[in-house]
Protein backbone atom coordinates (compact mmCIF):
# COMPACT_ATOMS: atom_id res chain seq x y z
CA UNK A 1 0.00 0.00 0.00
CA UNK A 2 1.45 3.34 -0.67
CA UNK A 3 0.88 5.58 2.53
CA UNK A 4 2.68 8.62 1.15
CA UNK A 5 0.19 8.42 -1.96
CA UNK A 6 -2.68 8.30 0.64
CA UNK A 7 -1.20 11.03 2.28
CA UNK A 8 -1.08 12.77 -1.05
CA UNK A 9 -4.31 12.09 -2.22
CA UNK A 10 -5.92 13.41 1.38
CA UNK A 11 -4.06 16.81 1.35
CA UNK A 12 -5.20 17.38 -2.40
CA UNK A 13 -8.72 16.89 -0.86
CA UNK A 14 -8.43 19.04 2.10
CA UNK A 15 -7.01 21.85 -0.07
CA UNK A 16 -9.27 21.48 -2.36
CA UNK A 17 -12.76 21.21 -0.86
CA UNK A 18 -12.87 24.61 1.77
CA UNK A 19 -16.20 22.97 2.80
CA UNK A 20 -14.18 20.21 4.63
CA UNK A 21 -12.35 22.60 6.69
CA UNK A 22 -15.52 23.53 9.01
CA UNK A 23 -16.29 20.11 9.99
CA UNK A 24 -12.24 19.53 10.01
CA UNK A 25 -12.52 22.34 12.56
CA UNK A 26 -15.32 21.01 15.00
CA UNK A 27 -13.75 17.32 14.26
CA UNK A 28 -10.45 18.40 16.22
CA UNK A 29 -10.59 22.06 16.51
CA UNK A 30 -10.67 21.69 20.75
CA UNK A 31 -7.12 20.66 20.55
CA UNK A 32 -5.75 24.17 19.20
CA UNK A 33 -5.27 26.82 21.33
CA UNK A 34 -4.88 24.70 24.26
CA UNK A 35 -1.00 25.72 25.03
CA UNK A 36 -0.02 28.72 25.97
CA UNK A 37 -1.52 31.40 27.64
CA UNK A 38 0.56 31.63 30.49
CA UNK A 39 -1.09 34.73 31.71
CA UNK A 40 -1.24 34.10 35.12
CA UNK A 41 2.46 33.80 35.94
CA UNK A 42 3.10 37.60 37.20
CA UNK A 43 0.31 37.29 39.61
CA UNK A 44 2.28 37.75 43.12
CA UNK A 45 1.12 35.85 46.40
CA UNK A 46 3.21 36.97 48.66
CA UNK A 47 0.61 39.74 50.17
CA UNK A 48 -2.15 38.13 51.98
CA UNK A 49 -4.07 41.04 51.36
CA UNK A 50 -4.26 39.89 47.58
CA UNK A 51 -6.08 36.77 48.74
CA UNK A 52 -8.49 38.94 50.63
CA UNK A 53 -9.18 41.58 48.00
CA UNK A 54 -9.69 38.76 45.24
CA UNK A 55 -11.84 36.75 48.04
CA UNK A 56 -14.07 39.85 48.38
CA UNK A 57 -14.38 40.65 44.27
CA UNK A 58 -15.18 37.07 43.84
CA UNK A 59 -17.77 37.26 46.63
CA UNK A 60 -19.33 40.37 44.84
CA UNK A 61 -19.45 38.99 41.44
CA UNK A 62 -20.69 35.66 41.84
CA UNK A 63 -24.02 36.11 40.04
CA UNK A 64 -21.81 37.04 37.00
CA UNK A 65 -19.24 34.13 37.57
CA UNK A 66 -22.30 31.94 37.50
CA UNK A 67 -23.60 32.83 34.36
CA UNK A 68 -20.23 32.95 32.84
CA UNK A 69 -19.33 29.51 34.02
CA UNK A 70 -23.32 28.78 32.47
CA UNK A 71 -22.21 30.16 28.66
CA UNK A 72 -19.11 28.33 28.65
CA UNK A 73 -20.74 25.09 29.64
CA UNK A 74 -23.10 25.21 27.24
CA UNK A 75 -20.61 26.15 24.59
CA UNK A 76 -18.93 23.82 25.94
CA UNK A 77 -21.42 20.89 25.40
CA UNK A 78 -23.07 22.31 21.93
CA UNK A 79 -18.88 22.07 20.61
CA UNK A 80 -19.03 18.32 22.06
CA UNK A 81 -22.19 17.45 20.07
CA UNK A 82 -21.13 19.11 16.96
CA UNK A 83 -17.37 17.56 17.09
CA UNK A 84 -19.13 14.08 16.92
CA UNK A 85 -21.43 14.93 14.30
CA UNK A 86 -18.32 16.42 12.58
CA UNK A 87 -16.35 13.19 12.53
CA UNK A 88 -19.13 11.39 11.05
CA UNK A 89 -19.74 14.07 8.01
CA UNK A 90 -15.96 14.38 7.27
CA UNK A 91 -16.02 10.69 6.54
CA UNK A 92 -18.66 10.83 4.67
CA UNK A 93 -18.49 13.45 2.35
CA UNK A 94 -14.55 12.25 1.57
CA UNK A 95 -16.11 8.68 0.94
CA UNK A 96 -18.54 10.03 -1.53
CA UNK A 97 -15.85 12.64 -2.75
CA UNK A 98 -13.92 9.31 -4.18
CA UNK A 99 -16.71 7.99 -5.46
CA UNK A 100 -17.16 10.82 -7.60
CA UNK A 101 -19.19 12.75 -5.63
CA UNK A 102 -19.43 16.53 -4.89
CA UNK A 103 -18.87 17.71 -1.02
CA UNK A 104 -21.60 19.18 0.54
CA UNK A 105 -21.10 20.42 3.82
CA UNK A 106 -24.75 20.72 4.71
CA UNK A 107 -25.82 16.96 3.76
CA UNK A 108 -22.46 15.89 5.83
CA UNK A 109 -23.67 17.74 8.71
CA UNK A 110 -27.62 15.70 8.48
CA UNK A 111 -24.65 12.61 7.95
CA UNK A 112 -23.13 12.94 11.09
CA UNK A 113 -26.50 14.26 12.77
CA UNK A 114 -27.78 10.59 11.61
CA UNK A 115 -25.14 8.51 13.10
CA UNK A 116 -24.35 10.71 16.08
CA UNK A 117 -25.57 8.30 18.72
CA UNK A 118 -23.65 5.22 16.77
CA UNK A 119 -20.63 7.56 16.73
CA UNK A 120 -20.77 8.15 20.41
CA UNK A 121 -21.62 4.84 21.02
CA UNK A 122 -18.53 3.61 19.49
CA UNK A 123 -16.72 6.51 21.93
CA UNK A 124 -17.67 5.34 24.86
CA UNK A 125 -17.49 1.39 24.85
CA UNK A 126 -13.43 2.19 23.54
CA UNK A 127 -13.00 4.23 26.50
CA UNK A 128 -13.95 1.54 28.63
CA UNK A 129 -10.64 -0.10 28.89
CA UNK A 130 -8.54 3.29 29.43
CA UNK A 131 -11.46 3.86 32.40
CA UNK A 132 -10.97 0.91 33.98
CA UNK A 133 -7.17 0.86 33.77
CA UNK A 134 -7.27 4.47 35.70
CA UNK A 135 -9.99 3.22 38.12
CA UNK A 136 -7.66 0.09 39.05
CA UNK A 137 -4.60 2.53 39.39
CA UNK A 138 -6.42 5.01 41.51
CA UNK A 139 -7.58 2.03 43.71
CA UNK A 140 -4.07 1.02 44.02
CA UNK A 141 -2.76 4.43 45.34
CA UNK A 142 -5.56 4.73 47.58
CA UNK A 143 -4.43 1.70 49.12
CA UNK A 144 -0.98 2.73 48.92
CA UNK A 145 -1.97 5.70 50.78
CA UNK A 146 -4.39 4.14 53.34
CA UNK A 147 -1.66 1.64 54.36
CA UNK A 148 0.82 4.30 54.65
CA UNK A 149 -1.34 6.50 56.89
CA UNK A 150 -2.02 3.17 58.94
CA UNK A 151 1.47 2.40 59.18
CA UNK A 152 2.44 5.79 61.34
CA UNK A 153 4.37 6.97 58.52
CA UNK A 154 7.27 4.75 59.66
CA UNK A 155 10.22 4.30 56.82
CA UNK A 156 10.05 0.39 57.70
CA UNK A 157 6.10 -0.08 57.66
CA UNK A 158 5.73 2.64 54.87
CA UNK A 159 7.62 0.83 52.73
CA UNK A 160 5.53 -1.69 51.35
CA UNK A 161 2.88 0.92 50.54
CA UNK A 162 5.48 3.26 49.08
CA UNK A 163 7.18 0.45 46.87
CA UNK A 164 3.43 -0.54 45.56
CA UNK A 165 2.73 3.15 44.27
CA UNK A 166 6.23 3.61 42.66
CA UNK A 167 5.83 0.07 41.14
CA UNK A 168 2.21 0.94 39.86
CA UNK A 169 3.02 3.87 38.59
CA UNK A 170 5.25 2.78 35.21
CA UNK A 171 3.17 -0.14 35.54
CA UNK A 172 0.46 2.14 34.31
CA UNK A 173 2.34 4.10 32.17
CA UNK A 174 3.85 0.89 30.19
CA UNK A 175 -0.24 -0.57 30.24
CA UNK A 176 -1.84 2.67 28.97
CA UNK A 177 -0.18 3.70 26.12
CA UNK A 178 0.23 0.90 23.90
CA UNK A 179 -3.60 0.43 25.18
CA UNK A 180 -4.17 4.01 24.23
CA UNK A 181 -2.55 3.60 20.59
CA UNK A 182 -4.57 0.31 19.87
CA UNK A 183 -8.25 2.33 21.23
CA UNK A 184 -6.88 5.15 18.81
CA UNK A 185 -6.74 2.97 15.56
CA UNK A 186 -10.01 0.80 16.50
CA UNK A 187 -11.77 4.42 16.86
CA UNK A 188 -10.53 5.49 13.43
CA UNK A 189 -11.71 1.93 11.79
CA UNK A 190 -14.71 1.66 13.54
CA UNK A 191 -15.88 4.75 12.52
CA UNK A 192 -15.53 4.30 8.81
CA UNK A 193 -17.41 0.99 9.49
CA UNK A 194 -20.18 2.41 11.17
CA UNK A 195 -20.80 5.76 8.49
CA UNK A 196 -19.40 3.70 5.64
CA UNK A 197 -20.60 0.22 5.76
CA UNK A 198 -23.61 1.28 8.23
CA UNK A 199 -22.48 -1.20 10.53
CA UNK A 200 -23.55 -0.97 14.14
CA UNK A 201 -21.59 0.82 17.22
CA UNK A 202 -20.49 -2.87 18.74
CA UNK A 203 -20.12 -4.61 15.12
CA UNK A 204 -18.31 -1.62 13.69
CA UNK A 205 -15.94 -2.18 16.56
CA UNK A 206 -15.23 -6.14 15.83
CA UNK A 207 -14.85 -5.56 12.31
CA UNK A 208 -12.38 -2.47 13.39
CA UNK A 209 -10.60 -5.26 15.21
CA UNK A 210 -10.54 -7.67 12.58
CA UNK A 211 -8.50 -5.35 10.32
CA UNK A 212 -6.46 -4.42 13.58
CA UNK A 213 -5.80 -7.95 14.53
CA UNK A 214 -5.14 -9.03 10.41
CA UNK A 215 -2.68 -6.89 10.02
CA UNK A 216 -3.90 -5.14 7.16
CA UNK A 217 -2.13 -2.07 7.40
CA UNK A 218 -3.70 -0.29 10.16
CA UNK A 219 -0.57 -0.25 12.40
CA UNK A 220 1.51 1.08 9.68
CA UNK A 221 -0.74 3.93 9.10
CA UNK A 222 -1.09 4.99 12.22
CA UNK A 223 2.67 5.68 12.29
CA UNK A 224 2.79 7.14 9.02
CA UNK A 225 0.27 9.85 10.29
CA UNK A 226 2.79 10.62 13.07
CA UNK A 227 4.67 12.81 10.37
CA UNK A 228 2.16 14.83 9.66
CA UNK A 229 1.14 15.02 13.25
CA UNK A 230 4.51 16.05 14.27
CA UNK A 231 4.44 18.70 11.82
CA UNK A 232 1.31 20.12 12.32
CA UNK A 233 2.76 20.34 16.23
CA UNK A 234 5.72 22.97 14.85
CA UNK A 235 3.34 24.71 13.00
CA UNK A 236 1.05 25.28 15.79
CA UNK A 237 4.18 25.94 18.08
CA UNK A 238 5.40 28.45 15.76
CA UNK A 239 2.30 30.49 15.40
CA UNK A 240 1.56 30.26 18.95
CA UNK A 241 5.22 31.04 20.43
CA UNK A 242 4.99 34.98 19.25
CA UNK A 243 1.56 35.55 21.54
CA UNK A 244 2.68 33.17 24.31
CA UNK A 245 5.74 35.67 24.81
CA UNK A 246 3.83 38.56 24.58
CA UNK A 247 1.41 37.59 27.10
CA UNK A 248 3.88 36.58 29.31
CA UNK A 249 5.49 40.12 29.52
CA UNK A 250 1.92 41.35 29.17
CA UNK A 251 1.07 39.57 32.36
CA UNK A 252 4.53 40.26 34.09
CA UNK A 253 3.43 43.89 33.56
CA UNK A 254 0.29 42.96 35.10
CA UNK A 255 -1.51 43.92 32.04
CA UNK A 256 -4.33 40.85 32.32
CA UNK A 257 -6.32 42.83 29.55
CA UNK A 258 -4.36 42.67 26.95
CA UNK A 259 -2.90 39.05 28.23
CA UNK A 260 -5.96 37.97 27.45
CA UNK A 261 -6.25 39.74 24.23
CA UNK A 262 -3.14 38.06 22.92
CA UNK A 263 -4.63 34.92 24.44
CA UNK A 264 -7.89 35.35 22.28
CA UNK A 265 -5.97 36.23 19.00
CA UNK A 266 -3.50 33.60 19.24
CA UNK A 267 -6.81 31.18 19.19
CA UNK A 268 -8.05 32.72 16.14
CA UNK A 269 -5.00 33.11 14.46
CA UNK A 270 -4.87 28.70 14.72
CA UNK A 271 -8.11 27.95 14.00
CA UNK A 272 -7.74 27.51 10.14
CA UNK A 273 -4.30 25.42 10.28
CA UNK A 274 -6.37 23.11 13.03
CA UNK A 275 -9.59 23.19 10.42
CA UNK A 276 -7.04 22.20 7.57
CA UNK A 277 -5.10 19.31 9.75
CA UNK A 278 -8.46 18.04 10.44
CA UNK A 279 -9.98 17.40 7.36
CA UNK A 280 -6.58 16.11 6.10
CA UNK A 281 -6.08 13.78 8.94
CA UNK A 282 -10.15 12.53 8.36
CA UNK A 283 -8.98 12.02 5.15
CA UNK A 284 -6.13 10.35 5.19
CA UNK A 285 -7.91 7.86 7.67
CA UNK A 286 -10.69 7.40 5.16
CA UNK A 287 -8.83 7.08 1.97
CA UNK A 288 -7.00 4.41 3.70
CA UNK A 289 -9.73 2.64 4.97
CA UNK A 290 -11.39 2.51 1.24
CA UNK A 291 -8.27 1.03 0.13
CA UNK A 292 -7.93 -1.52 3.08
CA UNK A 293 -11.31 -3.15 2.50
CA UNK A 294 -11.17 -3.06 -1.40
CA UNK A 295 -13.55 -0.03 -2.47
CA UNK A 296 -11.07 1.82 -4.61
CA UNK A 297 -10.42 -1.67 -5.94
CA UNK A 298 -14.24 -2.84 -6.63
CA UNK A 299 -14.18 0.78 -8.08
CA UNK A 300 -12.07 0.44 -10.72
CA UNK A 301 -12.88 -3.13 -11.88
CA UNK A 302 -16.41 -1.99 -12.56
CA UNK A 303 -15.84 -1.01 -16.31
CA UNK A 304 -13.32 -3.95 -16.95
CA UNK A 305 -15.53 -6.91 -15.60
CA UNK A 306 -18.64 -5.68 -18.11
CA UNK A 307 -16.45 -6.30 -21.46
CA UNK A 308 -13.54 -8.49 -20.16
CA UNK A 309 -13.46 -12.43 -21.57
CA UNK A 310 -16.82 -14.02 -21.51
CA UNK A 311 -18.62 -11.28 -21.83
CA UNK A 312 -19.54 -9.52 -25.38
CA UNK A 313 -19.57 -5.97 -26.11
CA UNK A 314 -23.15 -4.68 -26.73
CA UNK A 315 -23.79 -4.70 -30.98
CA UNK A 316 -23.27 -1.44 -32.52
CA UNK A 317 -26.49 0.18 -33.47
CA UNK A 318 -28.43 -0.89 -36.84
CA UNK A 319 -26.30 -4.54 -36.96
CA UNK A 320 -28.39 -7.60 -37.27
CA UNK A 321 -26.41 -8.82 -34.06
Excluded at 53 to 66: D, F, M
Excluded at 147 to 176: E, K, Q
Excluded at 221 to 236: E, N, Q, S, T
Aim: charged share 15%.
Amino acid sequence: MDYFGILKRAWDVAWRNKALWVLGLFAVGASSGGSGGGGGSGWRTSDPGEFEAAARWVEANAGLLIVLAAIVGVIGFAFFILSVAARGGLVAEVDRLERGDKVSLGRGWRTGFRYWFRIFGINILLAIPILLLVGAFVALVAAGGIGLGLSGGSDLAAGGPVGIICLGIPVFVLLVIPLAIIIGILGELALRHAVIEDAGAIDAIKLGWDDLWGKRGAVMMWLVMLLPGLAFGVVMFLLSLPFIIAGIFAAVAESFVLAGVLFTLMVLVMLVPSALYGAFYSAAWTIFFRQMTGLEKVAEKVEPAMTGEGHLPPPPPGSDA
